[in-house]
C-alpha cells in the first residue's frame, strides 16, 4: 500500500528523469546508445537484405531470422530515439497517452522477440530430430502461422498493461525515474494499493519470458540427447555447431533478465542508475550483436557477406 499525503491527479504530461543520478553524465550516455542504434540498423538492415535477395536462404531457420530482424529494428526505433531526445535535448515531457503508447509497444517487441527465440530453438530441435522432414514440418504455412501466434501472444498479454494504468488516479509525482515509460515504473509512483498492478507485471514475466526459456532449455535438452546418441564425434560436433549461433544469442537476451531476478530474490538492492542502465541492455544488446553473431558464425550468412564486400572492392 503505497499512502500520498501530497497526491497529485493524474497529469496530462510525465517527466521522464533519463538515468536518475547520472543526469551530468547524459551526453556520455548517448554516445554509445547512437552507435548501438546505427550498428543495429545497418546490421538488421543488411540480415534482411541478404535473406531477401539469396534464394538458398528462403529455408526456415533464416525465415525465422529474417522476423528476427524486423523485430529488433521495431525495438529500437521506438526506444533509442526517444532516449537520444532525453540526452541530447533534454526533451524528458511525454504525454501520457504517448506514455501508455510507449508503455505497450517497447515490452510487446521485447516478448515477441523471446517468441522468436523460442521458435529458433524449435527449428534447430526439428532440425536434428527430423532432418529428412525438415522442410515438410517447417513449411510457409507453419512459419506464418508461428508468427501470428508469436504476435497475437504479445498483444494479449501487453493489452492490459495501458489500459490499468489509465485507471491510476492519483500519483505521488509527475517525475519518472526511467528513461521510458516503463509499466512498473509508473505504477511506483501511483498512489493507492498496487498489489495488484505488481502481480500483473509478474504474470507477464512469467507467461511470457519465464515460459519461452523453460521450453528453450527443454528443447535443448532433447537436441542434446539426440546428437549424443550419434557415434561419430565428427558429426555431433557439426550438428552442435548449427546450434552454436542459437544459443549466443538466447544467452546475451535471457542473462539480463535471469541476473534481475536472481538478485531480487537474493535480497541484493541495485542502485536506480545501475537497474536502469542493466535494464536499458534488454532491449539495445541483443538488437545489435543478434546479426553480428549469425554474420559470423552462419557459414552461409558469412559466405554472402563476403561476395557482397569482394563485389564492392573490385
Same mark, same amino acid.
Given at each position: 500500500?503505497?499512502?500520498?499525503?501530497?497526491?497529485?491527479?493524474?497529469?496530462?504530461?510525465?517527466?521522464?528523469?533519463?538515468?536518475?543520478?547520472?543526469?551530468?553524465?547524459?551526453?556520455?550516455?548517448?554516445?554509445?546508445?547512437?552507435?548501438?542504434?546505427?550498428?543495429?540498423?545497418?546490421?538488421?538492415?543488411?540480415?534482411?537484405?541478404?535473406?531477401?535477395?539469396?534464394?538458398?536462404?528462403?529455408?526456415?531457420?533464416?525465415?525465422?531470422?529474417?522476423?528476427?530482424?524486423?523485430?529488433?529494428?521495431?525495438?529500437?526505433?521506438?526506444?533509442?530515439?526517444?532516449?537520444?531526445?532525453?540526452?541530447?535535448?533534454?526533451?524528458?515531457?511525454?504525454?501520457?497517452?504517448?506514455?501508455?503508447?510507449?508503455?505497450?509497444?517497447?515490452?510487446?517487441?521485447?516478448?515477441?522477440?523471446?517468441?522468436?527465440?523460442?521458435?529458433?530453438?524449435?527449428?534447430?530441435?526439428?532440425?536434428?530430430?527430423?532432418?529428412?522432414?525438415?522442410?515438410?514440418?517447417?513449411?510457409?504455412?507453419?512459419?506464418?502461422?508461428?508468427? *501470428?501466434? &508469436? +504476435?497475437?501472444?504479445? /498483444?494479449?498479454?501487453?493489452?492490459?498493461?495501458? @489500459? #490499468?494504468?489509465?485507471? !491510476?488516479?492519483?500519483?505521488?509525482?509527475?517525475?519518472?525515474?526511467?528513461?521510458?515509460?516503463?509499466?512498473?515504473?509508473?505504477?511506483?509512483?501511483?498512489?493507492?494499493?498496487?498489489?495488484?498492478?505488481?502481480?500483473?507485471? *509478474?504474470? &507477464? +514475466?512469467?507467461?511470457? /519470458?519465464?515460459?519461452?526459456?523453460?521450453?528453450? @532449455? #527443454?528443447?535443448?535438452? !532433447?537436441?542434446?540427447?539426440?546428437?549424443?546418441?550419434?557415434?561419430?564425434?565428427?558429426?555431433?560436433?557439426?550438428?552442435?555447431?548449427?546450434?552454436?549461433?542459437?544459443?549466443?544469442?538466447?544467452?546475451?537476451?535471457?542473462?539480463?533478465? &535471469?541476473?534481475?531476478?536472481?538478485?531480487?530474490?537474493?535480497?541484493?538492492?541495485?542502485?536506480?542508475?545501475?537497474?536502469?542502465?542493466?535494464?536499458?541492455?534488454?532491449?539495445?544488446?541483443?538488437?545489435?550483436?543478434?546479426?553480428?553473431?549469425?554474420?559470423?558464425?552462419?557459414?552461409?550468412?558469412?559466405?554472402?557477406?563476403?561476395?557482397?564486400?569482394?563485389?564492392?572492392?573490385?
Amino acid at each position: 500500500m503505497t499512502s500520498c499525503n501530497n497526491s497529485i491527479p493524474q497529469p496530462l504530461i510525465f517527466v521522464l528523469a533519463g538515468i536518475p543520478g547520472l543526469e551530468s553524465s547524459h551526453g556520455w550516455f548517448s554516445v554509445p546508445f547512437f552507435l548501438v542504434f546505427v550498428v543495429t540498423i545497418f546490421g538488421n538492415t543488411t540480415i534482411l537484405c541478404i535473406i531477401r535477395v539469396e534464394k538458398s536462404l528462403h529455408e526456415p531457420m533464416f525465415l525465422l531470422l529474417a522476423m528476427l530482424s524486423v523485430v529488433d529494428l521495431s525495438l529500437v526505433s521506438v526506444t533509442v530515439p526517444r532516449m537520444l531526445d532525453i540526452f541530447w535535448m533534454n526533451a524528458k515531457e511525454i504525454s501520457f497517452n504517448a506514455c501508455l503508447t510507449q508503455m505497450f509497444f517497447i515490452p510487446s517487441f521485447y516478448v515477441m522477440e523471446s517468441g522468436i527465440l523460442l521458435a529458433m530453438a524449435f527449428d534447430r530441435f526439428v532440425a536434428i530430430w527430423f532432418p529428412l522432414r525438415y522442410t515438410t514440418i517447417l513449411a510457409n504455412k507453419v512459419l506464418v502461422k508461428m508468427a *501470428l501466434t &508469436v +504476435l497475437a501472444r504479445a /498483444v494479449a498479454v501487453l493489452t492490459p498493461a495501458p @489500459i #490499468l494504468a489509465e485507471r !491510476l488516479e492519483r500519483f505521488q509525482t509527475h517525475i519518472i525515474a526511467y528513461s521510458y515509460c516503463a509499466y512498473m515504473a509508473v505504477v511506483k509512483i501511483a498512489c493507492g494499493d498496487i498489489s495488484n498492478h505488481i502481480f500483473y507485471g *509478474l504474470m &507477464v +514475466l512469467v507467461a511470457s /519470458v519465464g515460459l519461452d526459456l523453460f521450453f528453450i @532449455i #527443454l528443447s535443448y535438452g !532433447l537436441i542434446l540427447h539426440a546428437v549424443f546418441q550419434i557415434p561419430s564425434w565428427e558429426a555431433r560436433g557439426k550438428a552442435l555447431n548449427t546450434c552454436g549461433s542459437h544459443l549466443c544469442v538466447i544467452a546475451l537476451f535471457y542473462s539480463p533478465v &535471469v541476473f534481475s531476478v536472481l538478485a531480487q530474490i537474493l535480497g541484493y538492492h541495485m542502485a536506480p542508475h545501475l537497474q536502469i542502465i542493466i535494464d536499458n541492455l534488454y532491449f539495445l544488446v541483443p538488437p545489435m550483436v543478434n546479426p553480428l553473431i549469425y554474420g559470423a558464425r552462419t557459414k552461409q550468412m558469412r559466405e554472402r557477406m563476403l561476395r557482397i564486400f569482394h563485389c564492392h572492392r573490385n
